[in-house]
């Protein structure tokens, strides 16, 4: 199984890929997704070859069958569906960014405990939580992404592993753990914040030396 590193270039190189695709370029070659991914252009070589891409070293890679071999790795050869629950701000933007879909993924439907934000006929459905279970069985949903307090968000995963959801992207201000056979990430605005403020004042604290 590859590690989470190598993923996350397979999806550099899949940016930069989907990027010479807008311009028509029809090859490429490993330096230049290693410019793009900043690793060697052995590393890229590597990756590929971990999943079974071969390609010529002098010859490169042709751009359409690399993006298809790629998007079946990591699953975007076919549409995949997330549900969201919590649709305060940050679930409502999720809900209306119009650019997953070009990523072959679909948010499907909203679900929250508040009255007022049940909308069975909006372009993306929100649906009382206690639909959930029915809706994701019914559906076959895999994929959740959890936008609620943190207070909430332990009982909300627990609700989502009920029901079969084994993949979850987590919003909540609060370090979530990773159940047995199920794929957790937890993204926390704050602290990928309080991050780039540390290292951007240790970089000018640098400088000024």
């Known amino acids: 199984m590859a590690n989470k590193s190598c993923i996350i270039r397979?999806?550099?190189?899949?940016?930069?890929?989907?990027?010479?695709?807008?311009?028509?370029?029809?090859?490429?070659?490993?330096?230049?997704?290693?410019?793009?991914?900043?690793?060697?252009?052995?590393?890229?070589?590597?990756?590929?070859?971990?999943?079974?891409?071969?390609?010529?070293?002098?010859?490169?890679?042709?751009?359409?069958?690399?993006?298809?071999?790629?998007?079946?790795?990591?699953?975007?050869?076919?549409?995949?569906?997330?549900?969201?629950?919590?649709?305060?701000?940050?679930?409502?933007a999720l809900l209306n960014y119009p650019g997953f879909k070009k990523n072959e993924i679909e948010l499907v439907a909203g679900f929250d405990i508040d009255a007022s934000k049940h909308n069975r006929e909006a372009e993306v459905p929100i649906f009382l939580l206690e639909e959930l279970n029915d809706f994701v069985k019914d559906n076959g949903i895999k994929f959740g992404i959890i936008s609620v307090p943190d207070f909430a968000a332990q009982q909300i995963l627990e609700l989502m592993i009920q029901t079969g959801i084994r993949g979850i992207l987590n919003f909540a201000p609060i370090c979530l753990k990773e159940p047995e056979d199920c794929v957790i990430r937890n993204l926390n605005f704050e602290t990928e914040l309080e991050n780039i403020i540390y290292f951007t004042n240790v970089t000018e604290k640098t400088e000024v030396r």
């Open 10 to 92: 397979l999806s550099r190189y899949r940016n930069a890929l989907m990027r010479l695709k807008a311009l028509n370029f029809v090859k490429v070659f490993s330096e230049n997704l290693a410019d793009a991914a900043r690793v060697t252009a052995a590393q890229v070589r590597k990756d590929f070859s971990l999943f079974g891409i071969s390609g010529n070293r002098r010859g490169g890679y042709l751009v359409e069958e690399l993006l298809e071999q790629i998007n079946r790795v990591l699953g975007k050869d076919k549409l995949q569906k997330f549900i969201v629950v919590g649709v305060g701000n940050i679930g409502r």
